[in-house]
C-alpha cells in the first residue's frame, strides 16, 4: 500500500511539473506574401515576395528555463533574402521585441523561447528592443480578427471571406505556419507594418491574405 501511495505521488509530482512548464497561448503571425493562395499565384511569387514577416506570441500561462511567463507577450520580426517558407540562401535577420513588462530574466527567458520556437529565423538577431506589446482577439466568425500593436510593428489581421477574397478558386493555406506547436488557421493582414531602423528599411502592406491566427502550447 505504502508503495502505491509513494508511486502515486511520484506521478502527481510528474504531472505538475509537466503542467508548469508548459507553454501556451495565443498566436499571430503577417507576412509580406500571400498564405492563402493557388498554387499559380504562389509559384508566381517565389522569391520577390513574402521575404519579411511579423510573429506573435501572447502568453497565457506558462514557464521557459524555469522562468514563469504568464501575462507576457514577445514579437519577432524577420528579414530573409528568399521568400520565407522557401529554402534561404542567406541568414536571415531578425529584431525581437520583449514585453516591457517583463523583469531582467524573463527577458531572457523570452528571447530564448521566441529563438527556439522561431529556430533560422532568429538565429540572427540584429537587435532587441522592449516595448509596450498589446494582442487583442476581437470576436468574429472565423476568431481570426487580432489586433497586434508592439510599437514599432503593428498586425491586424480579419476572417477570409471565401468569396471576397478568392481569385483564382484553388486557394488553400499554401505555406505553413513559420513555427512550431501552432495550430492556426489563414486570415487576412489588413495592416501589416514596420517601423524599425533595424533591418534593410521599413516596409507597410495591406489586405493581404498572408496572415496565420490561432494558439500555441510549447511542452
Same mark, same amino acid.
Given at each position: 500500500?505504502?508503495?502505491?501511495?509513494?508511486?502515486?505521488?511520484?506521478?502527481?509530482?510528474?504531472?505538475?511539473?509537466?503542467?508548469?512548464?508548459?507553454?501556451?497561448?495565443?498566436?499571430?503571425?503577417?507576412?509580406?506574401?500571400?498564405?492563402?493562395?493557388?498554387?499559380?499565384?504562389?509559384?508566381?511569387? +517565389?522569391?520577390?515576395?513574402?521575404?519579411?514577416?511579423?510573429?506573435?506570441?501572447?502568453?497565457?500561462?506558462?514557464? +521557459?528555463?524555469?522562468?514563469?511567463?504568464?501575462?507576457?507577450?514577445?514579437?519577432?520580426?524577420?528579414?530573409?533574402?528568399?521568400?520565407?517558407?522557401?529554402?534561404?540562401?542567406?541568414?536571415?535577420?531578425?529584431?525581437?521585441?520583449?514585453?516591457?513588462?517583463?523583469?531582467?530574466?524573463?527577458?531572457?527567458?523570452?528571447?530564448?523561447?521566441?529563438?527556439?520556437?522561431?529556430?533560422?529565423?532568429?538565429?540572427?538577431?540584429?537587435?532587441?528592443?522592449?516595448?509596450?506589446?498589446?494582442?487583442?482577439?476581437?470576436?468574429?466568425?472565423?476568431?481570426?480578427?487580432?489586433?497586434?500593436?508592439?510599437?514599432?510593428?503593428?498586425?491586424?489581421?480579419?476572417?477570409?471571406?471565401?468569396?471576397?477574397?478568392?481569385?483564382?478558386?484553388?486557394?488553400?493555406? +499554401?505555406?505553413?505556419?513559420?513555427?512550431?506547436?501552432?495550430?492556426?488557421?489563414?486570415?487576412?493582414?489588413?495592416?501589416?507594418?514596420?517601423?524599425?531602423?533595424?533591418?534593410?528599411?521599413?516596409?507597410?502592406?495591406?489586405?493581404?491574405?498572408?496572415?496565420?491566427?490561432?494558439? +500555441?502550447?510549447?511542452?
Amino acid at each position: 500500500m505504502k508503495r502505491c501511495m509513494l508511486a502515486l505521488v511520484a506521478l502527481l509530482v510528474g504531472l505538475s511539473t509537466v503542467h508548469a512548464t508548459e507553454i501556451r497561448g495565443n498566436y499571430v503571425e503577417a507576412r509580406t506574401c500571400d498564405v492563402w493562395t493557388g498554387p499559380c499565384f504562389a509559384n508566381a511569387d +517565389f522569391n520577390l515576395g513574402g521575404k519579411h514577416a511579423v510573429l506573435g506570441w501572447n502568453i497565457d500561462r506558462g514557464s +521557459f528555463d524555469g522562468v514563469a511567463l504568464d501575462g507576457l507577450s514577445v514579437v519577432v520580426v524577420v528579414s530573409a533574402g528568399n521568400t520565407l517558407g522557401l529554402e534561404q540562401n542567406t541568414p536571415s535577420k531578425a529584431v525581437v521585441i520583449v514585453d516591457e513588462k517583463a523583469n531582467t530574466a524573463q527577458r531572457s527567458a523570452l528571447i530564448a523561447f521566441v529563438r527556439k520556437q522561431a529556430g533560422d529565423l532568429a538565429k540572427n538577431v540584429v537587435a532587441t528592443r522592449s516595448s509596450k506589446i498589446e494582442m487583442i482577439t476581437c470576436p468574429c466568425k472565423e476568431n481570426n480578427c487580432v489586433v497586434l500593436d508592439a510599437g514599432i510593428a503593428r498586425v491586424k489581421t480579419r476572417c477570409l471571406d471565401l468569396h471576397h477574397d478568392k481569385a483564382c478558386g484553388n486557394e488553400s493555406a +499554401f505555406y505553413p505556419p513559420l513555427v512550431r506547436g501552432v495550430v492556426a488557421r489563414p486570415a487576412a493582414a489588413v495592416e501589416h507594418i514596420y517601423r524599425g531602423t533595424n533591418l534593410e528599411g521599413t516596409y507597410s502592406d495591406y489586405e493581404r491574405r498572408g496572415a496565420y491566427v490561432g494558439t +500555441f502550447v510549447v511542452k
